[in-house]
């Protein structure tokens, strides 16, 4: 099977889109677990239930990132090269943030000594929060536009600092991704762990879930408030070669706005952000966790959405050289790399996500205190 390159190109766009929110509905729960887990576990048994819930998963959950980043690699491999460039000491806190997973997940009840797990369950914190924070301050620098411009050879020349990533529009950005992930994986402790826990857990989701709604609404009255946002003035045809000095982009403010009036299918994004979250509010506080979690990811998705409709067709904006932007018609792979991996993504991903789902179900159910009491050794 054979597609035209400009569709091949949307089709990818739409299925890292679909990685990353993988990666955010999976893998957040137990970030968000780990956030919590110094203020919800009281006892070391309390903290080993929380870990329990989500120590067989983390590193399968894992895969979805891994497999983002390796699509973005082959679908775009100019965004690839300018991201990891750009934000280097970013990417690089967030690697050493996780080094903390495996080695606290696997050797922090190895030893009862109290001093010896209280360190892993700080490990295990930064291993959550660091990342979600960093996550959404790098979603909130595209907005912002990354400081690159490209030379004649398409060469990515940075010209931005890592303390000037942390710019307040970015800060509160990552303050949606942290409260947003720090809920899923109330959420998901509400549902796995037992009593007092997931009472616990019910009350951190709903603080949780203000602070994103908040956050997010805040970030959104930024944008409404006139940001500025990148536009295209003209573009090559976009079946056309990937060249991306060849196409006129220019600064107007409230730019990232325009979609909305060009697609006004793309408003239920926001609406349905705000309208999701509200629900999954009133599920959490009435205790109906399995609906909460079905709805949180729901509303995690359309907060993700939000922010690549705003960018649409920008992939990797750029203020410094708006022409150097990367969009997603012209960073693209070529035709036959984009083709063949669509092909192999219609094969594995369903493999993957059956796979995942069936080692849900192979260990569905609540962790229990006397289950951690029979196995001392466990996570």
Known sequence: ??????????????????????????????????????????????????????????????????????????????????????????????????????????????????????????????????????????????????????????????????????????????????????AHGAIWLQMRADQPIADRAGRAGIIALIIMLAAFAGAGLMLLQGMPGLHIDMMPAKDAMPNPLSKQVSIVDGAWLSNYATYSWMIAAPVAGFVMGLLTLLLVKARRSGLAFACNSLTMTAIISTAAFSLFPFVLPSMTSPNSSLTLWDAASSHLTLNVMFIAAMIFVPIILLYTLWTYRVMWGRVTSKQIEGNPLSY
């Open 1 to 182: 099977m054979i597609m035209d390159y400009e569709t091949l190109k949307l089709v990818w766009w739409i299925l890292v889109g679909v990685l990353l929110v993988g990666f955010m509905i999976t893998d957040g729960f137990d970030m968000g677990a780990c956030v919590l887990l110094p203020f919800l576990g009281k006892t070391d048994t309390e903290r080993r239930i929380i870990i329990n819930t989500v120590g067989p998963h983390w590193d399968g959950n894992q895969v979805w990132f891994i497999t983002a980043g390796g699509a973005l690699f082959a679908a775009w491999p100019a965004v690839y090269a300018v991201a990891f460039s750009s934000f280097y000491f970013a990417m690089m806190l967030v690697l050493f943030a996780l080094f903390f997973r495996p080695v606290g997940f696997d050797y922090r009840s190895k030893i009862a000594d109290p001093r010896w797990r209280s360190t892993w369950d700080w490990g295990l914190f930064i291993s959550g929060s660091v990342p979600a924070l960093v996550f959404g301050v790098a979603f909130g620098n595209l907005l912002l536009g990354v400081d690159f411009y490209l030379d004649d050879f398409l060469r990515p020349n940075y010209t931005g600092s890592f303390f000037g990533l942390f710019h307040p529009f970015a800060l509160l950005c990552g303050v949606v991704s942290l409260s947003m992930l720090t």
